[in-house]
């Protein structure tokens, strides 16, 4: 194969590290640091497709198993710390540089302008995800989940005020809580297992003594517990509203993929430590558990929501529930459906974010009001770091006005909402109701049909909770006769929702395809083996001319 | 333990320099426990910072010499610093402490004057 | 252009080789590239640079103090055992009025009054003209005075000024 | 010889153990601030003492770095407390 | 093909009108007006294959996976349906036209009234029910925005948010029911279910199927008890009632009912629920219909009514009742809908629709007054009208239901009373608006409208005549196809003649005349004293109840909220632990996990004695951290040298070096925080001795016991165990010979796993970004915001507190620590270098030597003061950053040069003068990446955090209370400019 | 020697989660720090208790792994102390900003019962 090809896996976790590294050469004004953004974003965009090409049918010749793992360093695992790219991650990184290019975008309006290093942080953010995504080794999805945490906790502060950084300290503290959670459950893994390659995980849990395994297992489930913290599973979500509803509305844009990363993590260590049957968080009964009372909380809480931003974070909890539950339920009938949903809400919360910052424009919370402003401390000119701008001149607006703002907001807003709640005919209604038809189908042959009734249950429910507080909530926005003051709308802000709703529409037209792809994501999900051939015998000297100095 | 066999040369003064500094260090850290008054106290640990440390230096050195089989110097370095930086350590923990009674003499004072004890009491930092 | 000072650059040559615990041809000159580009960042930062003459003195000061402190080694332990005898000990601030003026002789001084036990640095009056340490077993203060210009102040005076 | 020196060195290494306690016990019971600032310093370089005899008992130079380390920069810490006692903050305009 | 145009048109109709300008009223009216004539025609034009029997069908496969496809089927109802809704919306369109008035934003109303007949069409003409019901969930949508079309009115909002509501949640519920359907037909698409009748009736999901589906029909069809949503969507513009809530929308749960009445009906279960929700709600709804005020209030609950007869008829499980019941759908639908067209009328005409005010308008709209009238005898059932054929019918079937004795009797009795009652409204209605003196006080003069509203409202009046009086010629092949293909081969024979001779049902017509006209007199006696309440039942307000029931379930979640969550970070963080450590000690009791077999080593007291020491030192921390932070810190930082003592017992160089530089960059770190952390002051705090707060103190205490115990325990059972070679022994075997390393830690750190250091070091330059940015806008607490005390009293020595740059020396108690300092800073230097440069062989590396640096740059500050440091050098700690990622990432990057992958380590030898060959490995560079960042992320963090201070450092006057912070705002930004 | 090491992570882990669930930003600092170590010795104990086999090879000879400490943990916890070092940092400015912004160091922004 092409030799520069053999770097591609690498290549999301490069870009925006290089970006992000070389922005804090360019002075802190906009223009030269966001273009270099857009452009890593582009990229990373790119390579990510460029990967889903490769894991798909199409070309074999690449990666004959369609999976293509890239030792870091020439070490072969499970010695070395290999990324393994195959459909699940690849549809993650898509979806990740997706979301990203939008909020970026977005965000060049004005909000990057409410503090510093916002691009620099932004990128960062997205190395940690991709790494993360990308990465086969449990303590380097550590590093890179860090990585993602750090970058996150610094965009959520972006801009300060008091509401921010009260949500800030909880996020963080709870965050770092369930990070130590993490460091146990792997340290764990490995005093007992004796590895840290998640490939290798499976086959050597299935030859430990049966008196290692308790401890095994009580590791396995500690490491769960951590990624269920980070999938916002209740009752261990309470952070979630408060910091996602502060944030800056591009900031929580790319915020609703955090939690993915837990369903994510959830997904894929519990796929390989599957058929040695680890009880706890990864055994089915406890996920569905979890994940019926997580959506049940989604569905109290956007009940009583007052602020749409609030909502949508609740909405942003259902649908990690939703994912939980689903893969609770029936792993192999379910996982299919339950990544096209997760795509479709990806994309749906991502507009839906950027959608109220635009509605609470008029309202400018993100901006704290003068007597809240905090004082500008010293410049740093003495520490030799001149950034003459000011953060707190973001009044001025970039880019065009378009016409119709309201009919745009509106359009949006419904297509959000009927995302959301599930509501025909947008890829929210395509997703659950492939979801449904799975979980009915298994229904008769299931040894708790109960459960795929309760599943049911929940889902219509959480789609009339939806469509009765978004109702309640849409209707003060839009349809309040009193002060409702038209706000103006540049293209630069509503070009990002366009796009990721037009995606939502493009995901519900072009169904078959895209089910096809998750469902053959899903297919590598359920039946592990291919993965871990691939990365055990992975042979990292193969491809290379020369050998080791 | 190491299968090295140390020489007399090196081992017998090595033992006794150790045994030395580690009854100085000792009776250092105790004059720091025992002895009435903050001033006193700060006496105590200089011993162990000079010739307790010296002597437990210079076993060092006689025995990674002994060791390697070449001359080892270079726990001097340690000496050095030690010698360098314990002055400002001294000279400012002094100046704190002094400070600090003058600024408590002061409120007890103060107290005295109002009528005293709303219960409170001003902690440490 | 900024002047490297050069006892200070060999002080760091050999510091560099004690590190490395080697005298090899290779890390002379390394350590000689690295210490001289050490020197050059933080000239800067030590404006101040003694100006050192008959060194010889150092050496019979030093023997001095290390006399001193094995003395008060022996001293402060048998006040801490209380071997001290039956009579309470009695510790305090010494002023002692100082000649010297250069910061460098201060410095030293300071070493060698906080390397000895007994006795530590309190405070240097701001137009240095007085000197107080505290004593831990105060006996006679004007031998605490003679002491510390005779055996102290004097030499470093002649090497520093 | 060996068994003399190797006794010297535990009962040296004991030795610094009981003073790190001592000053502990010193850090604990105060009274004042600058009591336990003192007593900090003071475990700072037992702790050095007792690195030192960790690389004479394994015989490796690699232990004293540490002490190196700790001779080096065991004072930060305790100039910093010094000074927050002594002017209110560590690094002054 | 032409199926699918049918109903792609008016989707994109809609877009269009949605962009063209909002005066427009013409060319929306055109615009829309064209779409639906297009489809009628195009629906028309498949009339002779439906007439024979065929089922036209037009399949794109949309999600196969799932038995999802786009399929559009048109048989005979299917046709018959869309005949109506395309004809009826061409009707309305040209009504609204001159209905809409030019302040109106016209655009919203025809894109949402085409987008609404484009779903419309799409429910009847669906081939696969998963279809069906997102184009049923469509037109509660569009209803939804016709309904608040006039969204400034607080009733129209409402309305149309409980119809949406309502509407929605049968949805939803259909949706279960049909997903259960599929399941059980093994496929959605109709074809199949209709087929497998018989499979679905006996299959024990079939009650919930029956109940899941009903729901949602009956729901849409604003039958009992749901039927409230309809009046209340009165407040939609009248074209839209006339189309959606009389003709069409309302229409389509009745229209489900006959679609699935082969595979569903038959059973008692059917009969029963469908017929008692038709029974009562067409008494209901006729009887309300009496008294209401509003003519829309009136035509609303006749509607109702009218449904709930359909529905009734669907429920008797008999061919004949179907076909009478589809055979009033039409009727109903002509009728209504041009009654509705005349309330629209009168409304525009006089301003008004209260019954109350209105009187006598045959006079000045007579042409009006007749067409309202014959269509209202129609709606009453009489005789050449086509309301009288079916009503017959329904009676007939009424009769003939072939159930139990009661039935027999009671269901004649209840229809003939529900036909006087339809009498009377019917009679009221016309007589009260149209006859009788002339109304004064009208907002407006009455006068005849427009033709273009007059002539869709005659041409539905001439159908009915028609229709009633030839129906085998007008209707009755339409009737046949249509009732054929929902009944394929057991067609009943029935006739469709005006006189049958003189039979119970003929009785039961004549009754209901001649019973309402009696009501209506009666009524007319007590002065119309009817306040548009109901008697009886205006209690039972559904609608209100409705209302009551949302705001509870708010309120209930938001209780249910409160309950399941909390703000309090203690209670999320008690959660946390206690879950984690129920999980852990759960697993260890079902999998009994027990110690390992290893023997334990001996004790050995002088670690005992440190570990005592530490263990001393947690507690106290734990004890003194909330009111003695500095003796906290202290005693923490002393726990943290016994932990590094023990990394350094246990043969771990590396972590016992890294530990020590951290705990003193530490300190030194929390310290600078301190100044900006207000002191606490002690006080015997009364909360602190509520029982709540002991309690609190109590559960912590255990939890945080329990915890720890269980920790240790782990660690013991880990620590008995055997320990596992497999990574140690290939990292040991291949670290000299193939990294070049001799110390092994090391080299994983830089090439076994370089990629967690380089993450690693990415956390902690994201670190200092974030924390400057947060720096640079930060507030310090009101308390500390001036000079701390000890530096006031200076103030009066010296005129401001900053260093002077220029001053050799600090003057003062600085000094002789200054010159000690300085002389330790090339040293400190050359130390770090020499961890960085021999970190590959021997503890060390990058992050040490970073560490080292950045330390001895803190301590310059330290006896130097920040200004006096910054004015000689200018380090710029965020190009070290930036230098130091780029550095390790083109560390990794270089390797791909070689032909290698990212971050392998390769040699490159360096032929030096007298120093012979040097091997520069690439992993060096990486780790001057490392250290690099770390000295500048450092620096940056504390320096950031030291820089505070300069806030205030010109200004001696010790700060007041908080009530200045906001004056002085603006003067410390214009000093720090 | 075990027994030494679990007593020591158990008390640190204890008195750490019990400093983590006081009320006051400064007590949940320090409970994280104490926290930390103790997470840092454990992941250290994965690898098991050795004395004097610092895995660091002479040159020239790999001998069998067996004799050598487990460098693996340390290499995690050398990782693992910086990430804590740094967010321990980060946390600190939180919580000066949140003191600044609420006007209190309770954890929840506003004075809870104590
Ligand atoms: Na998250
Ligand atoms: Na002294």
Redesign the interface.
Known sequence: MNAWLEHLPVVPVLAPLFAGAIMLFLPESRRSRAGLAVVAVLVQLATALVLAYLTSDAVLEVWPLGIGVYSIGKWPAPFGIVLVVDRLSALMLVLTATVALAALVYSLARWDRVGVNFHPLFQLLLMGLNGAFLTGDLFNLFVFVEVMLAASYGLLLHGSGASRVKAGLHYIIVNLVSSLLFLIGVALVYGVAGTLNMADLGPRVAQLPASDRGLFDIGATILGLAFLIKAAVWPLNFWLPAAYSSAAAPVAAIFSLLTKVGVYAIFRVGSLLNESGVHGPFGSDWLFAGGIATVAFGIIGMLSAQQLARLVAFSVIASSGTLLASAGLAPDAMTGPALFYLVSSVLASGAFFMVTGMTERTRTHYFESSDQAPLPIASYSAFGMEDSHDPLDVEDEVGIAIPAAMAFLGLAFVSCALLVSGLPPLSGFVSKFAMLSAAVEIAPTAELPVQSWIFVAAMLMTGLAAIVSLTRIGMRLFWSVVGRTTPRLRVIEAAPVALLLLLCVGLTVAAKPAMTYVQAAAQGLTSPQTYIDAVLSADPSASTAEGMP | MSEFEFPVWAALPASILLIVGGLLTVIGSIGLLRLPTFFMRMHGPSMGNTLGTGSVLIASMLLSSALLGRPVAHEILITVFIVLVSPVTAMIVMRAAIYRTRVNEERRRRQQQLPAGDGRRASDA | MRRIPPI?LCV?VV??L????TIS??HI???FI??SL??L??V?????QPKMHRGHVLVRLFVHVFID??RS?IG??R???GLAGPRD?H?GFVNIPVDMRD??G??VL??I????????????T?DRTRLTI?V?DLVDETEWIRRIKERYERPLMEVFE | MNAVLDAAIWFAQACFAIATAFAAMRLIRGPAAQDRVLAFDTMYINGMLSLLMLGMRSSSSAYFDMALLIALFGFVGTIALAKFLLRGEVIEP | MSLALIVLLPFLGSLVAAFLPSNARNAEAWLAGLVAVTCAVLVADHYPEVANGEIIRFVVPWLPQFGLDLYFRMDGYAWMFAMLVTFMGALVVLYARYYMSPADPVPRFFSFLLAFMGAMVGVVLSGNLIQLVIFWELTSLTSFMLIAYWYHLSEARHGARTALTVTAMGGLSLLGGVLLLGEVAGGYDLDNVLAAGDVIRSHPWYPAILILVLLGALTKSAQFPFHFWLPHAMSAPTPVSAYLHSATMVKAGVFLLARLWPCLSGTDLWFWIVCLAGLSTLLLGAFSAIFQRDMKGVLAYSTISHLGLITLLLGMNSQLALVAAVFHMMNHATFKASLFMAAGIVDHGTGTRDLQRLSGLAHAMPITATLATVAAAAMAGVPLLNGFLSKEMFFAETVFAGQGPAVRIALPAMATIAGMFSVAYSLRLIHQVFFGPRAEDLPRAPHEPTRGMLVPSALLVLACLLVGILPSRTVGPLLETATRSILIDDMPTYSLAVWHGFTLPLLMSVLALVGGFVIYVLLYMHRRRSHGRTPFISRFDGRRTFDVMIIRLIRVAGFLHRLTSSRRLQTQLVLIVCIAAGAALLGAYVNKVAWGGMPVTRVDPTLALLWATGIACALGAAYQAKYHRLAALIMVGGTGLITCLTFAWFSAPDLALTQITVEVVTVVLILLGLRWLPRRIEMDDPRRRTVRARARRARDAVVAAVIGTSMAALVFAVLTRPRRLDLSSFFVEHSLPQAGGGNVVNVILVDFRAFDTFGEITVVGIVALTVYALLRRFRPAVESIDVPRAQREDLERRSQLAADPNEMLPSGFMMVPAVLVRLLLPMAGLVSLFFLLRGHNLPGGGFIGGLVLATAVIVQYMVGGALWVEARTRLKPLYWIATGLLAAGTAGIAAWFTGNTFLTSFAYELHLPLIGTVHLFSTLWFDIGVYMLVVGATVLMLVALAHQSLRSYRRPAPAPASSDLHVEAPSTAEVDR | MEIIFALAIGVLTGSGVWLLLRPRTFQVIMGLALLSYAINLFIFAMGRLAIDRAPILDIGDPTAAAFYADPVPQALVLTAIVISFATTALLLVVILAARGLTGTDHVDGREGDA
């Open positions: 200070f760091l510091m560099w004690l590190l490395n615990n041809i290779g000159v390394l350590g690295l210490s050490l020197l960042a933080a800067r930062l030590r404006p101040l402190i094995i080694n402060v332990a006040v801490v055992l000990i510790s910061p460098h201060f410095a300071a070493m009054i906080t390397a000895t036990p007994g006795t530590i640095w309190v405070e240097l701001e505290h831990l």
